[in-house]
């Protein structure tokens, strides 16, 4: 059960957009329309932003979107905010009642 | 309002034993898969496992399967994560995250504060 692949870190100016990746297999990201999104800002517990791949719990702005294709999963977040300064997490079923996480990314609002 | 608040912080010394709890309100705790997740110092997100507190299902990662032990009491809405011997390697932050319920439950809809537990002799 290795972890979801993502880069470690993204960036973008105030207002323009910045797209995370995340990379796993056709046991995970690939076989299940099952992924999620977490923010976590420093010293806090993680924020659930997008699940089921592109949908968006009530409160999460629409700024934040997700999409998938095969076995990468991305998460873009448009019209950056300095707010929006995070590490951000994918998660994913991989069957069986298992979850694996992705690496983290940290996104820097320049 | 769904909350799950966890235990506080723990110093332990390597070899001992500790029981950290996750205490759920706002909603029907005993319905909701319970799921522990690690972060290392510096680290990212690990998922320990996931355990149902109506009736003590559980799945372990591999990874942490025979390292923890996740129990519940569901008359008191209360998860529980284990350690018979505590490792230096144990330091981490430990989150329990309530798994969502539907037709697509699968994601984490609510996360405790989490506990800190160090290990150091």
């Known amino acids: 059960q290795s972890a979801l692949t993502q880069p470690p870190s993204a960036s973008g100016s105030p207002g323009q957009s910045v797209t995370v990746s995340c990379t796993g297999t056709t046991n995970d990201v690939g076989g299940y329309n099952y992924v999620s999104w977490y923010q976590q800002h420093p010293d806090k517990a993680p924020k659930l932003m997008i699940y089921d791949v592109n949908k968006r719990p009530s409160g999460v702005p629409d700024r934040f979107s997700g999409s998938k294709s095969g076995n990468t999963a991305s998460l873009t977040v448009s019209g950056l905010q300095a707010d929006d300064e995070a590490d951000y997490y994918c998660s994913s079923y991989a069957g069986s009642n298992t979850y694996v996480f992705g690496t983290g990314t940290k996104v820097i609002v320049l | 309002e769904v909350q799950l608040v966890q235990s506080g912080a723990e110093v332990k010394k390597p070899g001992e034993s500790l029981k950290i709890s996750c205490k759920g309100s706002g909603y029907s705790f005993f319905h909701y898969w319970i799921t522990w997740v690690r972060q290392m110092p510096g680290k990212g997100l690990e998922w320990m496992g996931i355990f149902y507190p109506n009736d003590s299902d559980m799945k372990y990662n591999p990874s942490f399967q025979g390292q923890v032990t996740f129990s519940g009491d569901k008359s008191i809405n209360t998860a529980y994560l284990q350690w018979n011997s505590l490792k230096a390697s144990d330091t981490a932050i430990y989150y329990c995250?309530?798994?969502?319920?539907?037709?697509?439950?699968?994601?984490?809809?609510?996360w405790g504060q989490g506990t800190l537990v160090t290990v150091s002799s």
């Open positions: 995250v309530r798994r969502a319920v539907g037709d697509s439950p699968f994601y984490f809809d609510s």
